[in-house]
Structures are given as structure tokens and as C-alpha cells.
């Protein structure tokens, strides 16, 4: 089954894990956390701007690294047998293993990467649509893995009536 995962983080160069969203295609399991224990003084403008402004709003889905790391185990432990995981940036990839602790779950079978429909047209406006609707924030783990998802959908769908758009 394929997952849609986003993360947000304090820096490209001083890369360290704020939040981890994860949603199914099928959108029945979701999984969002916050890490409490970053270090804020990596963070830079942009993400003091952007990111940090939409982070603490639900304190039962804020962890330290451990409890994360614990959570995220639990949480793949209940998924199928075969999860693939599709994200637009190899970073959002190493982020989740490292949040994972070296700890790779049995049934994560690896990653798919969506880089190539960023640009599709068909992609990029049912993102768009998703974002526009009142609080789905862009730069929000969680509601940027529904987005992907919500991309994925509208693609997949117009590949097979042979509408896709470039």
C-alpha cells in the first residue's frame, strides 16, 4: 500500500526533524507527531515564519525523539504487510528513518518518488485545491501529505481516462 509522507524540519544545512506526517492512498491511516526536543536555534527564517507558526496546536501529537520513534513503530506495526513510502524529497525519506532510529519496519518495502509529478499540471492544482480550502496550511507535515495524496488521486485518475496533463 502506498503512504504519502512530508516533514518539516529547522534547516536544509542543519537538518533536524519538527514533524512527520504520514497519510495511506486510501486515506483510512494517518499519522502525525511534533518533536518537543529540536533544537529551535537551527531553525531559520523561513521555518520560524512558515512552519513553526502552524506547529502546537494538538499537545497529544507532540513526542521527544524517543517517544516518536516508539509511536511511529506502533503505528507501522498496525499497517499491511507492504508499505511503500512516496515522497517529493529524499530528505522527507532519511528523515523518517532516522526518526525510525535505524529500526527499518518489516513491512516498509521502500519509496516511491513523486519529484516527477511536481510539475505535472493535473499534480501541482489538486494540491493547490487542497491547500486553498480554510485550515490546510502549506508547510504543515500533515496537510502536505494529504495534499500529496489528494495530487496522487487526481493523477492517477486522469492517467486512466488518458487525461493527464503536463
Known amino acids: 500500500m502506498l503512504f504519502f509522507l512530508d516533514t518539516e524540519y529547522t534547516d536544509p544545512l542543519n537538518i533536524e526533524l519538527i514533524s512527520l506526517g504520514l497519510v495511506s492512498e486510501d486515506g483510512k491511516h494517518e499519522f502525525y507527531c ?73 513491512n516498509l518495502a521502500g519509496r516511491y518518488d513523486l519529484r516527477s509529478l511536481i510539475n505535472n499540471s493535473t499534480y501541482h492544482q489538486a494540491v493547490c485545491r487542497y491547500h486553498e480550502l480554510g485550515g ?17 488521486l487526481a493523477w492517477m485518475a486522469a492517467r486512466a481516462q488518458g487525461t493527464t496533463r503536463a
Open 34 to 106: 511534533e518533536r518537543t526536543d529540536f533544537d529551535m536555534d537551527l531553525c531559520n527564517g523561513f521555518v520560524q515564519t512558515a512552519v513553526l507558526a502552524h506547529t502546537g496546536q494538538f499537545p497529544d501529537l507532540r513526542a521527544d525523539r524517543t517517544e516518536l520513534r516508539i509511536r511511529l513503530a506502533a503505528w507501522f506495526a498496525t499497517l499491511p504487510r507492504s508499505v511503500t513510502v512516496a515522497c517529493d524529497s529524499y530528505t522527507d525519506w532519511e528523515l523518517l528513518l532516522d526518526a525510525l532510529d535505524g529500526e527499518r519496519p518489516g
Open 136 to 152: 490546510r496550511p502549506w508547510h504543515h507535515a500533515l496537510h502536505d501529505a494529504r495534499a500529496h495524496r489528494m495530487g496522487w
